[in-house]
């Protein structure tokens, strides 16, 4: 799908060395993505933004998500500074890059040669994988969720939340046309969130509090979803999972 670009030019990147970079968000967390069998997306980053915000990636650990962190990409990325203007959006740039560039490798992490693992298997092995990307910057992870949580950056997390469930369960192989494609994305979104938030107090050896967390949650959807039998009972539960995602990225309901 071609996403659109903005093509303004900033008038203050002369001071910078490397490639020229458009004025615009350097991270749009507002882009459209959809899957596609015949067409591969559009990179979602250009080359200079992906050079910055890896680089700056390296340094979250120790200065968390930050300009300090974005500044010190910067620098290593070739460039002299980087203009505040380049990053409309500050830290959550980074943090939208983390979870876009995350969510865009499961696909190449997990691989299922066994035509005998069953969707269910899939989604838990890909809901692992993904928490497993976050181990490195866990510890800066509830300060990540609270910039998330900031009135203009809500709804593209949410978004980008919806668009991971939706990635899972199509690297697992759902096939779903009714509307419990509806609720099994729903319900995953708030599976997931809810686990990640767990991961970041868990102090288990390798996170092993962490998978029996996700376990637990992926049993109880399952039980509730063999129990209920109308959309107006699902939907009911769709918007107590809203909620609790919502909860979790620091709103108060």
């Known amino acids: ?90 830290p959550f740039d980074l943090i939208n890059y983390h979870l876009v560039t995350q969510r865009l490798a499961l696909k190449d992490r997990v691989l299922f040669p066994d035509p005998s693992i069953g969707v269910g298997a899939k989604v838990r092995a890909l809901a692992l994988q993904r928490l497993e990307a976050n181990k490195n910057i866990i510890h800066r992870w509830q300060e990540a969720l609270a910039i998330m949580a900031l009135p203009s950056n809500m709804s593209p997390s949410i978004a980008e939340l919806a668009r991971l469930s939706d990635e899972i369960w199509f690297l697992a192989g759902d096939t779903s046309v009714d509307t419990s494609w509806y609720t099994k994305r729903a319900a995953l979104s708030a599976i997931y969130s809810s686990t990640e938030l767990f991961m970041t107090t868990d102090t288990s050896a390798n996170y092993k509090e962490t998978e029996l967390f996700l376990d637990r949650r992926l049993r109880e959807v399952q039980s509730i979803g063999k129990a209920v039998g109308s959309v107006g009972q699902w939907i009911g539960f769709t918007a107590a999972s809203t909620i609790n995602v919502l909860r979790s990225k620091g709103v108060r309901i």
């Open 1 to 90: 799908m071609a996403v659109a670009r903005s093509t303004l030019t900033c008038p203050r990147l002369s001071c910078l060395r490397g490639p020229a970079i458009t004025k615009r968000s350097i991270v749009s967390p507002y882009r459209h993505h959809y899957h596609s069998y015949e067409h591969d997306p559009e990179p979602p980053f250009s080359a200079a933004e992906d050079s910055i915000l890896s680089a700056a990636l390296n340094h979250v650990p120790s200065q968390g998500f930050t300009t300090l962190a974005l500044s010190h990409g910067a620098q290593d990325a070739g460039y002299l500074d980087v203009s505040t203007n380049l990053f409309p959006h500050g």
